[in-house]
């Protein structure tokens, strides 16, 4: 269990660990339980997050509660996975070193602190504020060790505490990202390092998917933010970040079945991949941005 460079979101003050189940704040004395898995409870409210998380299964309960490694190791999508990976990892690694202490914001089933966990480094926490995914990212990885259930929007991190902060996938669906972008600039030590991935959602195909051919998708979808690289590197920069790496990766067919389908088959999904990193760069599947805290503070 692991509560280092996490405040009491309560009083912001440190938390110290009384016993392998229970956690309490040095000043406002509140105390924090953890699960019969070890997983610390780091909220104010858990009943509140629970009913973010009730409400939001409404529109579609699996996303909240299905394994998500049909999306990443094992399913139709793992090739897709894979090449993400192995840029992400890529640019990382040159970044990392025996001392970094880095944070998976919305670390879900733990498909990424896996891989994260093999990478240098000197501590490495998940975090996310659904508890069903935490208990599955605590077997995926054999400990629990790596996570936290917890929300940044409660005041959760020291500031000036991490060397990197990985967000994948997690950003569109929040509604205050600009917010959050600035949360997790004061969290960082001055030059961290923030990588962030988000669907490239804003790009014309995907709006074709979205408005044109399948339609509906705009009603079921928990999405809330569709970016395009220009949009996020502006919220990026006002957030005090300055952009050191971007990518615009994959390919998106502009109708989901197929997608789905054409992805699930390595080879023509790494044809695919090739020519339109290449040739349509702007029409990708995903962006990612290698960003860092500049020293003059957020607005
Ligand atoms: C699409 S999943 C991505 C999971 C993981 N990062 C990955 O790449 O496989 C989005 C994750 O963000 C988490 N999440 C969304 N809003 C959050 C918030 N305010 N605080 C913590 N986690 C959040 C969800 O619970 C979910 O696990
Ligand atoms: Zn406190």
Redesign the pocket.
């Known amino acids: 269990m692991n509560i280092e460079y996490i405040c009491c979101p309560n009083c912001k003050n440190p938390l110290v660990k009384i016993d392998s189940l229970r956690i309490e704040c040095s000043q406002c004395q509140k105390k924090y339980s953890a699960t019969d898995t070890n997983i610390p409870l780091i909220v104010n409210d858990k009943e509140k997050i629970e009913s973010e ?1 009730e409400n939001r299964k409404k529109h579609k309960e699996e ?2 509660c299905d394994d ?1 490694i049909f ?2 190791g094992l399913g139709p999508y793992r090739f897709v996975f894979e090449h993400r990976v192995n840029y992400w990892t890529g640019i990382l690694k040159k970044h990392l070193g025996d001392e970094s202490v880095i944070l ?6 733990g ?2 602190l896996k891989i994260l966990a093999k990478l240098p480094h000197k501590l490495l926490i998940g ?4 508890l069903i ?1 935490l208990e599955r990212a605590v077997k995926n990885l054999n400990s629990p060790d790596y996570v936290v259930l ?4 409660e005041n959760l991190f020291v500031e000036n505490s991490f060397d990197v902060i990985f ?4 950003l569109e ?2 509604n205050e990202d600009y917010e ?1 972008l600035k949360i997790f600039n004061k969290a960082l030590k001055p030059g961290g390092i923030l990588l962030l ?1 988000v669907p490239n959602e804003g790009a014309f195909i995907s709006k074709l998917r979205d408005f044109v051919l399948q339609p509906y998708i705009r009603f079921f979808t928990d999405h809330v933010n569709f970016y395009t690289l220009k949009n996020l590197k502006g919220k990026l920069s006002k957030a005090n970040f300055e952009v050191i790496v971007e990518k615009q990766i994959g390919f998106v067919f502009p109708f989901s079945f197929i997608d789905r389908y054409l992805k699930s088959k390595e080879k023509i999904c790494a044809f695919l991949n090739n020519v339109v990193e290449k040739y349509f760069p702007s029409q990708s599947d995903a962006l990612y941005i290698l960003a860092r805290k500049k020293n003059e503070s957020a607005e």
Do not use: M
Request: proline share 0%; glycine share 12%; with cysteine.
């Open positions: 998380i996303w909240y998500q999306t990443t998976d914001y919305g670390c879900g089933d498909a990424n975090i996310d504020y659904n995914r917890g929300n940044a929007f967000c994948n996938h997690v669906h929040i959050l991935g």
